[in-house]
Every structure is written in C-alpha cells, then in structure tokens.
C-alpha cells in the first residue's frame, strides 16, 4: 500500500515531523536502524534546551504544555570573566507565552514526541533502516512517487511506495549519502567535553545558568532536573586525535580551573567528549527527497540551538507538504520554500554561533582583555531584550523566501518574512487538522468574499488585526506571508490565488 511521507529516522525530528503530518491527515512510516537502548537510558541526555520559538511552534499542536510539565524553566544567564559580571541575560524580557529557557533531557523530548505520535496511531518501527531508493538525481523532480527498500529487524527487506521521502536520520544520515549531499563548511573545529552529575557547594541558583569565560577557555554550567547540572566546557581547536571521554577528576578539574570555586562534582551520569564544527548540505531537497535536521546541518553545542533547528525544519516542512500532497496548493515554491527557509535559518545560526564560540574560546590573553572589556559595553548598547530574543529564537525569520507577498515597510507591526507574536491563552495559528493561513483583519465585504473563495486555505475566523489600517495574512508555522496596506484586499486575494496554480 502506497503512502504520502516515508520518514527515515526515529529521534526527536523525525517523530516531530510524523506527528505534524499525521495531525494534518497524511499517512506516515517512521523507520529508524540504529534504536536499540530504551527511552530512559540516562546515556540518552544529548540535547538539553528547548528554545522559545520551538515551544511556540510546538504549541500549534497542544504538546507544548507537556514539554514545560516535564523541563525546568531557567529565566536568565549570567556571564563571568576574571570573576567579574559582564552580562546578564534575563528571559523574562521574551515577548512570548514562553519566555524562558527550558531544560529537557533529550529521552523525555524522545518520551514525549513518542507518546503523542503513539496516540495519532503511528508506531516508530524500530530496527528498520533506508538502504535505496528507485530514482536518483533529476529523476527525483520528475517521479510521482518513489519506491524505497527498507530493512527489517529480521534480515529481510521491503519496498516501501510513498509520494515523498525525509531523511531525519542524523549526521551519519544513509539518506543524505544515498542522494550524494555532502555537509560543507567545518573550518572551526572545536573540541568539547559534556558532563551531566549532581554538583555540591556554593549556591547556585536553579533557575539560572552561568558561562564563565576563563583564559583557558569556556566552561558553562545549566541547571538541571532533580538537582543536576550539565557542565560544558571548550578543550580548544580541535586537531589530531579525537577528544577521549573524560572522567569525573577531569570534569572537577576543569570546575576548579574555569569555575568559581568551591564546587564539588560527584556521581556522574553522562559523560561525552566530541569534536563540533558548523556544516550543511548545500540544498535541503532533491526533488521528492528532502533531509532535516542533523542529516542537513550540524551547528557548535555552545548555543543549544542544534536539536531546535531540527524540530522547526520539521514544522515548516510538515505544512507544506501536506498542503502539496491533498492538491490544495500546487505552486513549485511552495516545497522550493523549506531550503531557502531552513537553509538561510541554519546559516545565519551557524554565523552567529560561530562568533560566539570564537569569542568565548579564545586563548590569546590580549584578545580575551579586550574581549571582556568589550563584551559588557556592547550587549550593553543592544538592548537586552533583542539579545535575550536572539538566544531564544523568536527574531528568526525569513526575509527571502519566495513564500513572501510584496515588501511595503509604511506599516506597524512584523512585515513578511517575520514572526508574528502569539497571544497566550489564544489557539496558536496552525492548529487543527488542516493546516490554515490566518487573517488579521476586520470583518468587510471583500474580507467576506476571500474568506468564501479561498475556505480551503484560510481559518474560517478573523483574529484582530494590529492596525485598522492593514490586513496580515499569516502562515500556518506563524510567519507573515503578505500585509496589505489600506486595505488593499486584492493583494491578499492574489497571494493565496497564487499559491494553487501551478
């Protein structure tokens, strides 16, 4: 039996990007090769931090909440250096119902992804892995659909036949290597070690975490769950040899090295020592394949942005091809959207974590002086609220995407391309089993009209606009799609018009 999604790869991107096509009505297979220890394996921590905007988004679903039940909430960061404060970064500052950082072990984002894809009725079918695919290269833009041999737990194979297919399936992604998409870039490589254990000694404060810049290098500490901390810490340029796992007299003496002393390390629970650098795939999708998450971009840990960058490539590629796949749209730009979006998104991540990293890891002594002298005057300068809205992800947005109406700036409130702020305690845009493009506008006659010609695409609801004098028409990942000044109704009419010819 024919399917719409085949999704390779059962982590937290791919049970993700099941779930929003699943509630969108598409029939999915989810297969991962490499699951073998159980969810609540403690060696499973990896990723900790989920970000404003990926709640945001998650939200669109309902599972949001379960995901803030389950984390701890951090509200702010401070930044030490020669046992000097030179900043502080306080979440509370957000403009979103999520306006903090939340810690969560990645076997309870897994636990959860997992419990709200079983209750769809989809099944993760473990042991079970991509090994080729019927079409290559041009013939991937021309096919109707594909087929797919997988392998099963017993030894055997099957062809699966599916219209799509989505590499989730991390850096070592057979997808991606299948479909010959190399990652690019990786000219910083940095060596890090990882430690999750119990910490005993000065008071630290639960709720916030604290990044200390040392002359040798950066070490970081985040609260955790049940009064454990996550230790992160920079071994410099990465060369030769890959790092070796470190053991706890190493991680106590990188505390007492970088740290404010006084801290005690014991009983650890994950221990991890690896080598980051910055790359993805040049294009996002060949045709009816497409990869996300690591399989399409690995970023530095140092800004807890990897596992969120992943989740929303799933989001904003989950609407689209629902859209595509049920013929409510049929513009090519549609599905040629999530490489400009997502790649532009890892890009300009990957840049500014790059020069984070740089400038918390720098070893040369004059360059870390004028580094702290610095850094305090100039996130002093910014205003704290954009660069706590960096961190957590809500300034993100698409300026050239070709999903963007007709760029006017005479008007208040996000233009094209940006988030539009949910409003807490209303139904997220994107919600429900279809996904919508939502109007902000007043009720008018030609308001009516759009609404009736275009119902397949649009809520059936208007949500109250920013101004009297403009109309937004918002995407259903909460992304403006096209404003309409003075009322220009037309424009709206054309965008959505637009996206169902072909």
Not at 150 to 169: A, Q, R
Not at 440 to 446: F, I, L, M, N
Request: hydrophobic share 40%; net charge neutral; glycine share 12%.
């Amino acid at each position: 039996m024919s399917i719409d999604v085949l999704i390779v790869g059962g982590g937290p991107v791919g049970m993700t990007l099941a779930a929003e096509l699943t509630r969108y009505g598409l029939s999915v297979r989810v297969v991962h090769q490499t699951y073998s220890e159980p969810l609540s394996d403690p060696a499973k921590a990896r990723a900790l931090f989920l970000w404003s905007r990926t709640l945001e988004l998650l939200d669109r679903s309902g599972a949001a909440a379960g995901f803030v039940a389950a984390g701890q909430k951090l509200t702010a960061g401070n930044i030490l250096a020669e046992g000097k404060a030179i900043d502080r970064i306080d979440f509370s500052e957000v403009e979103s119902p999520y306006n903090f950082m939340l810690t969560v072990p990645q076997r309870e984002t897994e636990r959860l992804l997992e419990a709200q894809l079983n209750q769809l009725g989809v099944q993760v079918e473990r042991d079970t892995g991509f090994i080729s695919l019927s079409h290559t290269g041009a013939e991937l833009a021309r096919t109707t659909g594909l087929k797919v041999v997988i392998s099963k737990p017993n030894g055997g194979h099957e062809v699966v036949e599916t219209k799509w297919l989505v590499g989730c399936d991390g850096v070592q992604s057979s997808v991606r290597k299948f479909l010959e998409m190399p990652l690019l870039g990786g000219g910083r490589q940095t060596d890090w070690v990882l430690a999750d254990l119990p910490l005993t000694g000065i008071g630290l404060n639960p709720s916030e975490f604290t990044v200390f810049w040392h002359e040798k290098g950066t070490l970081a500490i985040f609260p955790a769950q049940a009064g454990g901390y996550r230790i992160v810490a920079d071994l410099g340029k990465g060369t030769g040899v890959e790092p070796h796992t470190p053991g706890l007299s190493e991680i106590q003496a990188l505390l007492d090295e970088r740290g404010p002393g006084g801290l005690t390390a014991s009983e650890p629970v994950w221990l991890s020592a690896f080598r980051a650098s910055d790359r993805k795939v040049r294009d996002y999708r060949m045709g009816r394949a497409f990869v996300a998450g690591d399989a399409a971009n690995l970023h530095s840990p140092i800004g807890g942005q990897g596992l969120n960058m992943g989740m929303q490539d799933a989001i904003n590629l989950a609407w689209k091809l629902a859209l595509v796949t049920k013929g409510t749209c049929r513009n090519e730009k549609l599905l040629a959207s999530y490489n400009v979006e997502r790649g532009g998104a890892s890009g300009l991540m990957t840049s500014t974590v790059a020069r984070l990293t740089a400038a918390a890891s720098a070893r040369n002594q004059p360059v870390q002086t004028i580094r702290n002298l610095l850094a305090g005057a100039l996130m002093g300068l910014s205003p704290r609220r954009r660069v706590a809205g960096g961190l957590a992800d809500i300034s993100t947005g698409y300026a050239h995407t070709p999903l963007n109406g007709p760029e006017e700036r005479a008007f208040p409130g996000p233009g094209p391309g940006e988030r539009m702020p949910p409003v807490k305690g209303e139904v997220p845009v994107g919600a429900g089993d279809t996904p919508r493009f939502a109007l902000y506008a007043d009720a008018s006659p030609e308001i009516n009209d759009v609404l009736r010609q275009h119902a397949d695409l649009l809520e059936p609801v208007l949500r109250p606009p920013l101004s009297r004098r403009c109309v937004w028409l918002v995407r259903p990942d909460g992304y403006v799609a096209a404003v309409s000044l003075d009322l220009d109704v037309k424009l709206i009419a054309d965008y959505l018009e637009a996206l169902k010819e072909e």
